[in-house]
Nanobody, 121 residues
Framework: QVQLVESGGGLVQAGGSLRLSCAVS????????MGWFRQTPGKEREFIAS????????SYAESVKGRFTISRDNAKNTVYLQMNSLNPEDTAVYYC??????????????WGQGTQVTVSS
Protein backbone atom coordinates (compact mmCIF):
# COMPACT_ATOMS: atom_id res chain seq x y z
CA GLN A 1 0.00 0.00 0.00
CA VAL A 2 1.54 3.27 -1.15
CA GLN A 3 0.99 6.21 1.17
CA LEU A 4 1.54 9.86 0.33
CA VAL A 5 1.45 12.47 3.07
CA GLU A 6 1.58 16.17 2.22
CA SER A 7 2.67 18.94 4.54
CA GLY A 8 3.61 22.60 4.37
CA GLY A 9 0.32 24.21 3.45
CA GLY A 10 -0.99 27.28 5.21
CA LEU A 11 -1.89 30.93 4.93
CA VAL A 12 0.43 33.33 3.13
CA GLN A 13 0.15 36.87 1.81
CA ALA A 14 0.18 37.61 -1.89
CA GLY A 15 3.73 37.72 -3.18
CA GLY A 16 4.92 35.28 -0.56
CA SER A 17 6.29 31.76 -0.77
CA LEU A 18 5.53 28.30 0.56
CA ARG A 19 7.18 24.92 0.18
CA LEU A 20 5.03 21.83 0.14
CA SER A 21 6.45 18.41 0.95
CA CYS A 22 5.11 14.96 0.18
CA ALA A 23 6.56 11.93 1.93
CA VAL A 24 6.04 8.58 0.23
CA SER A 25 6.07 5.18 1.92
CA UNK A 26 5.03 1.64 1.18
CA UNK A 27 6.74 1.17 -2.15
CA UNK A 28 9.90 1.91 -4.08
CA UNK A 29 9.91 5.68 -4.51
CA UNK A 30 12.15 5.50 -7.56
CA UNK A 31 9.47 3.60 -9.48
CA UNK A 32 7.21 6.59 -9.66
CA UNK A 33 6.87 9.80 -11.55
CA MET A 34 5.66 12.28 -8.96
CA GLY A 35 3.22 15.09 -9.49
CA TRP A 36 1.38 17.93 -7.81
CA PHE A 37 -2.21 18.91 -8.48
CA ARG A 38 -4.61 21.43 -7.00
CA GLN A 39 -8.34 21.80 -6.69
CA THR A 40 -10.73 24.59 -5.76
CA PRO A 41 -14.42 24.12 -4.90
CA GLY A 42 -16.56 23.45 -7.93
CA LYS A 43 -13.61 22.88 -10.25
CA GLU A 44 -11.82 19.81 -11.50
CA ARG A 45 -8.47 18.86 -10.09
CA GLU A 46 -5.75 20.67 -12.04
CA PHE A 47 -2.31 19.34 -12.94
CA ILE A 48 0.47 21.61 -11.66
CA ALA A 49 3.81 19.88 -12.08
CA SER A 50 5.52 16.53 -12.47
CA UNK A 51 9.03 15.15 -12.13
CA UNK A 52 10.58 11.91 -13.37
CA UNK A 53 12.43 9.40 -11.23
CA UNK A 54 15.84 11.04 -11.50
CA UNK A 55 14.67 14.63 -11.37
CA UNK A 56 16.10 15.31 -14.82
CA UNK A 57 12.73 15.98 -16.46
CA UNK A 58 10.03 18.27 -15.14
CA SER A 59 6.78 19.54 -16.54
CA TYR A 60 4.63 22.49 -15.45
CA ALA A 61 1.23 23.95 -16.11
CA GLU A 62 1.40 27.33 -17.83
CA SER A 63 -0.32 28.95 -14.86
CA VAL A 64 2.63 28.21 -12.55
CA LYS A 65 5.60 28.10 -14.91
CA GLY A 66 8.39 30.35 -13.67
CA ARG A 67 6.89 30.61 -10.17
CA PHE A 68 6.71 27.02 -8.93
CA THR A 69 9.51 24.44 -8.84
CA ILE A 70 9.10 20.71 -8.32
CA SER A 71 11.98 18.65 -6.95
CA ARG A 72 12.56 15.32 -5.28
CA ASP A 73 14.97 13.79 -2.79
CA ASN A 74 15.12 10.08 -3.51
CA ALA A 75 17.14 9.42 -0.36
CA LYS A 76 14.26 10.82 1.70
CA ASN A 77 11.40 9.46 -0.46
CA THR A 78 10.08 12.99 -0.64
CA VAL A 79 8.90 15.33 -3.38
CA TYR A 80 8.68 19.09 -2.95
CA LEU A 81 6.83 21.98 -4.52
CA GLN A 82 8.44 25.37 -4.01
CA MET A 83 5.85 28.07 -4.66
CA ASN A 84 6.99 31.66 -5.13
CA SER A 85 5.18 34.86 -6.08
CA LEU A 86 1.91 33.43 -4.83
CA ASN A 87 -1.32 35.19 -5.69
CA PRO A 88 -4.93 34.67 -4.49
CA GLU A 89 -5.69 32.57 -7.58
CA ASP A 90 -3.26 29.96 -6.23
CA THR A 91 -5.58 29.32 -3.28
CA ALA A 92 -6.57 25.65 -3.41
CA VAL A 93 -6.14 22.24 -1.86
CA TYR A 94 -2.85 20.87 -3.17
CA TYR A 95 -2.45 17.15 -3.75
CA CYS A 96 0.62 15.03 -4.23
CA UNK A 97 0.36 12.12 -6.66
CA UNK A 98 2.45 9.16 -7.78
CA UNK A 99 2.18 7.45 -11.11
CA UNK A 100 3.85 6.62 -14.36
CA UNK A 101 5.19 8.71 -17.18
CA UNK A 102 2.38 8.12 -19.66
CA UNK A 103 -0.45 8.68 -17.21
CA UNK A 104 0.73 10.96 -14.41
CA UNK A 105 -1.19 13.98 -15.67
CA UNK A 106 -4.45 12.26 -16.51
CA UNK A 107 -4.65 9.37 -14.09
CA UNK A 108 -2.12 9.05 -11.29
CA UNK A 109 -2.03 5.74 -9.47
CA UNK A 110 -1.90 7.14 -5.95
CA TRP A 111 -3.00 10.34 -4.20
CA GLY A 112 -2.22 12.09 -0.98
CA GLN A 113 -4.91 13.53 1.26
CA GLY A 114 -4.25 17.13 0.28
CA THR A 115 -3.04 20.24 2.05
CA GLN A 116 -4.76 23.63 2.01
CA VAL A 117 -2.94 26.66 0.65
CA THR A 118 -4.60 30.04 1.14
CA VAL A 119 -3.17 33.22 -0.34
CA SER A 120 -4.55 36.47 1.02
CA SER A 121 -4.61 39.68 -0.99
Amino acid sequence: QVQLVESGGGLVQAGGSLRLSCAVSGSTFLRYVMGWFRQTPGKEREFIASINWSGSTTSYAESVKGRFTISRDNAKNTVYLQMNSLNPEDTAVYYCAAGFLATIQANPAYWGQGTQVTVSS
